[in-house]
């Protein structure tokens, strides 16, 4: 079975480092994108950013882009999304996601998020 | 950035009876070399992760009942459900893979009436 786990609930104050986890299984991690979108208490999707474990390729939302770091350790298929130093304003539950692919005449075209983690609900309180 | 806005914010609907939900972007989704829309449709209920219905603007995804169906083309796109259940209260979001960074709409709240 096709599926990410995300690493568990998170409590921190602000100004705290933290790095949460996805960790895929039962495919060939290194050759999907897989992406981190945040959705903020009682509000919608945004997309952050994806990456290609095969190389770390890393493609991010300007309004994400230094606010946290995409990272992929391909040894143990395995994504992350970190923080050097957190805001209230991250407050937020942060899924990860599988972009789909096909093979279309010989050529491999990305699709939408097909696989979802199960979300890590982070916390930033003082 | 692709801006993505649906149409309407909410929507409550008899149980039975058809639910339309719009979806309009600030840009063509059209990839014309494959003839593709680049968009696709979400289903998220209550403390779940979003669920993939519909890519490729009217492509279902393995397993999802037939009476979720995804048009439209260029800019404007509809997600229909054809006979509303009770399991099919969620929120419904649109969203573009054309480029990135692959924006969402804000999301239609649907509800039995």
């Known amino acids: 079975e096709v599926q990410l786990v995300q690493s568990g609930a998170e409590v921190k104050k602000p100004g705290e480092s933290l790095k949460i986890s996805c960790k895929g299984s039962g495919y060939r991690f290194i050759n999907y994108w897989i992406g981190w979108v945040r959705q903020m208490p009682g509000k919608g999707l945004e997309w952050m950013g994806i990456i290609y474990p095969g190389d770390s390729d890393t493609k991010y939302s300007p309004s994400f882009q230094g606010q946290a770091t995409i990272s992929a350790d391909k040894s143990i298929s395995t994504a992350y999304l970190q923080w050097s130093s957190l805001k209230a304003s991250d407050t937020a539950i942060y899924y990860c996601a599988r972009v789909d692919q096909s093979m279309v005449q010989g050529a491999i075209i990305q699709g939408a998020f097909n696989i979802w983690g199960q979300g890590t609900m982070v916390t930033v309180s003082s | 950035d692709i801006v993505m806005t649906q149409s309407p914010d909410s929507l409550a609907v008899s149980l039975g009876e058809r639910a339309t939900i719009n979806c309009k972007s600030s840009q063509s989704v059209l990839y014309i070399s494959n003839n593709e829309h680049y968009l696709a449709w979400y289903q998220q209920k209550p403390g779940q992760p979003p669920k993939l219905l519909i890519h490729?603007?009217?492509t279902r995804e393995f397993g999802v009942p037939d009476r979720f169906s995804g048009s439209g083309s260029g800019t404007d796109f509809t997600l229909t459900i054809s006979s509303l259940q009770a399991e099919d209260v969620a929120v419904y979001y649109c969203q573009q893979y054309y480029s990135t960074p692959g924006t969402f709409g804000q999301g239609t709240k649907v509800e039995i009436k």
């Open positions: 490729w603007a009217s």
